[in-house]
């Protein structure tokens, strides 16, 4: 296991360092991380270097218990590491595609998409938790999101970022420059998952020259820096987005459930009815959850005491292996 982690950290490093060397390969991680928007940023990263079409990950107790679904025979586990566990300990994720149903009692996964119907109810959700914003149609506003959500969150990640740019190009610079280029390129990372998520084409609103600034970041320290800025902060978006849907979904089907009854009982009239059995007591409505791998809720307050752990660890681990 020893040996294992060992080999775990080295390719959490080297993918760091991948990823931060042009635009094109910070564009890449993007892709695939706002897909697992609810895990952690080292997790994303690894999950990028060892499944980076991956959908939905879970562990696999998730997949048997939550939602009656069973791992493929020979299908390949994902290591991220385990904070909960003994130390220098890994777990396994499992993405849906190495899934299959149960004999019974499967659910649904809940992989929302978007669709139009949804776009009104959603731009009305970030407008009411990230600020008004001026733009009609969906991707303007998911851009304003962006730009809003970072404005109101990055100075918890900045206090820290000023202290870890030591050998990377971004220890020659003052502090200004440095929240300059962080600001930028973290609006244009929250920015990018976001469009990414909702099924539209990134190329269409982004350029080479956004994410220019990614190969200032060339140390492990400051793609830390930078990747769990971007990861926390289009969470936050990406989850509104997601309960939004998830509204809009429960109200059509209770107004559909409403149509169904109201055309039953117009049917029914002036008919005798038969006594209710117990099989009609019954709710046969399936209820779909979430993921369970979604990182505990924290508020702005504690963002920056939550961010300094997080960075110390991996740094300590990082050095340890060296």
């Avoid at 697992?36 to 998730?62: G, H, M, S, W």
């Avoid at 962006?146 to 820290?160: G, I, M, P, R, W």
């Avoid at 870890?164 to 600001?183: A, G, Q």
């Avoid at 008919?271 to 990182?295: A, V």
Wanted: charged residues 30%; contains cysteine.
């Amino acid at each position: 296991m020893a040996a294992k982690y060992q080999l775990i950290t080295e390719l959490y490093r080297r993918t760091g360092i991948a990823v931060a060397k042009n635009p094109q390969a910070w564009q890449g991680f993007l892709s695939s991380a706002c897909r697992n928007y609810k895990c952690r940023f080292d997790e994303q990263l690894l999950i990028y270097a060892q499944r980076p079409d991956a959908v939905a990950v879970a562990k696999l107790e998730t997949w048997n218990r939550q939602f009656k679904r069973w791992v493929n025979k020979d299908s390949k586990g994902i290591a991220v590491f385990d904070p909960k566990g003994r130390r220098n300990t890994l777990k396994y994720y499992f993405d849906v595609s190495d899934t299959h149903e149960g004999y019974y009692g499967s659910r649904p996964v809940p992989i929302w998409q978007m669709d139009e119907r949804y776009e009104q109810a959603v731009m009305e959700r970030l407008s009411d938790r990230f600020g008004d914003v001026e733009s009609t149609d969906l991707a303007s506003d998911l851009m304003e999101t962006a730009k809003n959500a970072v404005e109101d969150n990055l100075q918890d990640y900045f206090s820290q970022l000023k202290d870890c740019t030591k050998d990377s190009f971004l220890e020659e610079l003052d502090d200004f420059n440095i929240e300059v280029i962080y600001r930028r390129l973290a609006t244009n990372s929250v920015a990018f998952m976001l469009i990414s998520r909702c099924g539209l084409d990134t190329n269409e609103f982004f350029d080479r020259e956004d994410f220019a600034d990614i190969v200032n970041f060339n140390t492990p320290a400051t793609i830390n820096a930078i990747g769990v800025a971007t990861s926390d902060i289009a969470e936050m978006a990406l989850r509104e987005i997601s309960q939004s849907i998830r509204n809009v979904q429960i109200a059509e089907k209770d107004q559909n459930r409403t149509f169904a009854q109201k055309t039953q009982a117009q049917y029914d009239k002036g008919r005798q009815q038969p006594e209710r059995s117990e099989y009609n007591e019954r709710n046969h409505l399936q209820q779909t959850g979430g993921l369970s791998y979604s990182r505990p809720n924290i508020t702005d307050r504690a963002r920056a005491s939550a961010w300094q752990v997080r960075l110390s660890k991996l740094q300590r681990l990082l050095r340890s292996n060296r």
